[in-house]
């Protein structure tokens, strides 16, 4: 069965520090993998993705995630935090399956960003 | 133009009652999706439809029951509200269930049982 972890609960950052977040996932073959963010009180906002390809996938935002297959990993960055960016953000990853796919999201990691 | 909407925002209700939440998606999509988000924000599905068909039911208990009048409209209905059932419910859309299609969320709707 598919499982993502996010090791980190909480961050916290200075404004125009950088940000990296982690994420392990564990699925049978090569995964899909998304990272998304979730500002308080509101639904998901989709940072990036990965299906195939280049390793490192930019997204919105300034964020960017590489993609690390040998350590099963899926790590989001970025360079220089902004206030705006506190948030919740959640990795997921996605079953291929011929329809009905799924996202199985990691436990999210809170970033609060000190000004 | 919201692309997934969800009604209402905020339910609070009393345990044994019956409610019903519902989702309404403007982007053509195929698939629609339940999510449950608890207390401590992790997210799990609940429930998939593509094509009005259900095809993904995570082992939710049978008091939930989603309902799929056409391919814009997944409503979820739940009957004899627990305490446990307190949460921020979810709905998603995707083109088609295939993994590579990116979901896209509606704001959420945070039920109370009181």
């Known amino acids: 069965a598919q499982s993502v972890t996010q090791p980190d609960i909480h961050i916290t950052v200075s404004e125009g520090a950088s940000l990296e977040l982690r994420c392990n996932y564990s699925?049978?073959?090569?995964?899909?993998l998304f990272w998304y963010v979730q500002s308080p009180g509101q639904g998901l906002q989709l940072l990036l993705k990965?299906?195939?390809?280049?390793?490192l996938v930019q997204g919105i935002k300034g964020f960017e995630a590489e993609f690390k297959r040998s350590q099963s990993s899926f790590n989001l960055r970025k360079p220089s935090v902004h206030w705006s960016d506190a948030a919740e953000y959640f990795c997921?990853?996605?079953?291929?399956?011929?329809?009905?796919?799924?996202?199985?999201f990691g436990g999210g990691t809170r970033v609060l960003v000190k000004p | 133009d919201t692309a997934v909407s969800q009604t209402p925002k905020y339910l609070v209700t009393q345990m044994g009652n019956d409610k019903s939440i519902k989702c309404e998606q403007n982007l053509g999509h195929d698939t629609m999706y339940w999510y449950k988000q608890d207390s401590k924000k992790f997210l799990k599905i609940m429930f998939s439809y593509n094509n009005k068909e259900l095809i993904i039911n995570e082992t939710v208990p049978n008091r939930f029951s989603p309902k799929s009048p056409d391919k814009a409209h997944l409503n979820l209905h739940i009957n004899s509200l627990e305490l446990g059932d307190s949460a921020v419910y979810f709905c998603a859309s995707s083109q088609e269930g295939f993994g590579q299609n990116e979901q896209f969320f509606g704001p959420g709707t945070r039920l109370t049982v009181l």
């Open positions: 990965y299906f195939s390809g280049d390793t």
């Open positions: 997921a990853v996605d079953s291929i399956k011929a329809a009905g796919n799924k996202l199985t």
């Open positions: 699925y049978g073959a090569t995964p899909y």
